[in-house]
């Protein structure tokens, strides 16, 4: 299969790139300014990555277009790319909320739109997005992060709705406090204490997140779509 991922450079990107690529699959990755780390992951792995700022739709496009080169057809497209702040509601800016809603919702529209025209057409694909648990649940002090991938869930399920007579499946996994640079500001006591409120009582890695990709992009789940899969160890039962 040939496989897209946005966001490939760091934590679940990197683990969703080295999965796909250990697979044997044919693997391109979008990245914005990991520059060193992604050429790193493509040394290491062979795949292809392609630099853009997903949140401005003509950037995104041609982004799609550079990968799509390099692939000859995308089977699987993973929106995955996402950035995340904490801060009191009243202190979230304008700007803040704008940014956050362009990368972590707005990008995954702007790359799936361009996808989907190809996978419409030869009646087959996978997409998978990557949401959050806090999508579901909410954040305290991260009201924008959670409000944009709260928006992946209405995004994944009207789009497999949409899509499913094209034979294209779509859906969404919500990880929980995963061991990333993204959770790095949280300190020790913070992070213990959220590894006490998860039932399995250990925080997730970015391996357990691309193990389940790996599978719903598979042809074992093939009747697989409209879902959303926490891998949150059980925080947000």
């Known amino acids: 299969m040939n496989i897209l991922i946005t966001g490939g450079s760091r934590g679940i990107g990197k683990a969703l790139v080295t999965c796909f690529a250990g697979e044997g699959h044919k693997v391109a990755f979008i990245y914005n300014h990991s520059e060193s780390e992604a050429k790193k992951i493509s040394e290491i792995t062979g ?25 000859g057809t995308i089977d699987v497209l993973i929106n995955n790319a996402g950035i995340s702040q ?7 800016t304008t700007d803040n909320w704008d940014k956050m809603i362009k990368v972590n919702l707005s990008g995954a529209f702007y790359i799936t739109k361009e996808v989907s025209k190809t996978m419409i057409s030869k009646k087959s694909g996978r997409i998978i997005n990557i949401g959050s648990m ?7 002090c991260e009201v924008h992060y959670s409000a944009s991938k709260a928006g992946l869930r209405g995004f994944t399920l ?13 859906n969404c996994i919500e990880p929980g406090v995963i061991q990333t640079d ?15 409120q998860t039932p399995l009582c250990r925080l997730g890695t970015p391996q357990d997140v691309a193990a389940l990709a790996c599978f719903l992009a598979s042809e074992k789940a093939g009747f697989i779509t409209g879902q959303i899969i926490g891998v949150d160890g059980g925080f947000a039962i």
């Open 86 to 92: 904490i801060k009191l509601f009243t202190d979230i």
């Open 47 to 71: 795949a292809f990555a392609v630099q853009a700022d997903i949140s401005d739709p003509d950037t995104a496009k041609a982004a799609v277009k550079k990968a799509a080169e390099y692939l």
């Open 182 to 196: 993204m959770n790095k500001m949280l300190d020790d006591q913070t992070l213990n204490d959220l590894c006490d």
């Open 158 to 170: 009207a789009l497999a709705k949409e899509l499913g007579p094209s034979g294209i499946t779509v």
């Open 134 to 140: 806090w999508g579901k649940i909410g954040a305290s």
